[in-house]
C-alpha cells in the first residue's frame, strides 16, 4: 500500500464516522453508498444511471444536458424518477447548496446547530449557491 492510502476496512470505518462524503465517480462514493454514508457524487463527463446503483444516500450533481450522457430516453427518464439528483449549470453553486442542505439537516438536533449556524442564512435563501457562479 502506497504511503497516505487507506485499506478499504480503515476507509469504510472512517467514513462512517463522517457527518457527509463528497466525491466523483470512484471507490470511496460507491462504498459511501453502500455504507448509507449521505454523501454527494459530482458527474461531469459520466453518467450515475450507467454507473452507480440506486442508493438514498447520496444526492448526485448531474451537468445541464445530462440526457445525452445517460445513454437514451429511457435511462434518462428512470434516472429522473429513481435517483436523488440536481441538475446544475454551476458545479461550484450546486455543490455548495448541497452541502449547505446536507449540513442542515445533519446538525438540526444539536443545540449548537440551533444556537450556531454560520451557514443558516445562506440555506434559508432560495439557492444560495447560484450567487456565485455570475461572471
Known amino acids: 500500500m502506497r504511503p497516505g492510502m487507506a485499506d478499504p476496512e480503515t476507509m469504510a470505518g ?4 463522517a457527518e457527509l ?3 466523483i465517480d470512484s471507490g470511496p462514493l460507491h462504498m459511501a453508498g453502500g455504507l448509507d454514508v449521505q454523501a454527494v457524487g459530482i458527474w461531469t463527463h459520466h453518467h450515475p444511471i450507467r454507473f452507480f446503483d440506486i ?6 450533481l448531474v451537468p445541464t444536458g445530462h440526457r445525452r450522457l445517460a445513454g437514451g430516453h429511457l435511462a434518462a427518464d428512470t434516472f429522473h424518477e429513481l435517483y436523488r439528483h440536481e441538475v446544475y449549470g ?3 453553486g450546486a455543490l455548495i447548496d448541497e452541502v449547505h442542505k446536507a449540513l442542515a439537516v445533519s446538525y438540526t438536533h444539536l ?3 440551533k444556537r450556531q449556524r454560520p451557514w443558516s442564512a445562506i440555506v434559508s ?5 447560484a450567487m456565485r457562479c455570475r461572471a
Open 14 to 17: 472512517i467514513m462512517e464516522l
Open 21 to 23: 462524503f463528497i466525491g
Open 55 to 60: 442508493a438514498d444516500n447520496v444526492v448526485h
Open 90 to 92: 454551476c458545479l461550484k
Open 111 to 113: 443545540d449548537v446547530y
Open 125 to 129: 435563501k432560495p439557492n444560495p449557491g
